[in-house]
């Protein structure tokens, strides 16, 4: 039974008893992997409270490899995130972070998904007040990138057309950007939101505060695309909760 030690971000939490809880993790070496923290909802536990969505650290568990369950020994607090917690527009995009992770990370070592999720949690614990709605939007989008799943909004993916300086729309099924040629009677977003998504889409959250129509876009986006059909509770948040 070997003994593994990765980095990890902890995704998802639920208790197992009265006294153990279960964490879904993704960690950096093995990808997304579920452990029994034992003992750890005793109050004297020193994995008490360690354990938390959002934090990340470094785990050690024994690792058995036709399981679905590893027992985790040890927890070394990173950076907990508790903050995020206090906020629901934060909480609710680092939720969507999380389970975009849970439901579409491969099962390999994957540095850069890694990284893009850390940045992203950091990001949103770190954002103005003002500038949460385009952090929430940049590191979804950046999120969505990363695993594959992202649009091209360069240009019409059908009949080619520069869509820099024209109104397009966004293809939710085939996740790309058209003209509005060729899907009328689609959603319409100007050049000047296309211009937006494009940014946030690139990763950056400073400019001007995304209008609700590119939350609703993008919720729908990862919704329909993404998720492939599958609902995220935590996208029903970020919606509920809608960034002005
Ligand atoms: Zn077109």
Redesign the pocket.
């Known amino acids: 039974m070997p003994i593994v030690t990765t980095r990890s971000v902890v995704l998802q939490t639920y208790p197992y008893s009265d006294t153990s809880k279960i964490l879904r993790l993704l960690t950096l070496d093995h990808g997304p992997q579920s452990v029994m923290a034992r003992g750890a909802l005793r109050p004297r536990s020193r994995l008490s409270g360690v354990l938390e969505p959002f934090a990340d650290g470094t785990a050690t568990f024994y690792f058995k490899p036709d399981r679905d369950l590893h027992t985790l020994s040890e927890f070394e607090l990173a950076r907990e995130r508790q903050a995020l917690g206090r906020d629901l527009r934060r909480y609710a995009a680092a939720s969507v972070l999380c389970e975009l992770v849970l439901r579409l990370a491969p099962a390999e070592r994957d540095l850069e998904l890694y990284g893009v999720l850390i940045g992203g949690l950091d990001a949103l614990l770190e954002a103005r007040p003002g500038s949460v709605p385009g952090t929430a939007l940049a590191a979804c989008w950046s999120l969505v990138d990363v695993l594959g799943f992202a649009p091209d909004l360069s240009g019409?993916?059908?009949?080619?057309?520069d869509l820099s300086l024209r109104e397009g729309g966004l293809d939710v099924r085939d996740g790309a950007l058209?003209?509005q040629?060729?899907?009328p009677g689609g959603r319409v977003l100007p050049p000047g939101e296309l211009e937006t998504l494009r940014r946030l889409a690139a990763g950056t959250a400073e400019g001007p505060t995304p209008s609700s129509r590119q939350v609703h876009l993008l919720v729908e986006f990862i919704r329909h695309h993404a998720a492939e059909g599958i609902r995220l509770r935590s996208l029903d948040f970020l919606l509920a909760e809608e960034v002005r």
Not at 156 to 161: H, I, N
């Open positions: 019409c993916s059908r009949c080619g057309d058209v003209c040629r060729c899907l």
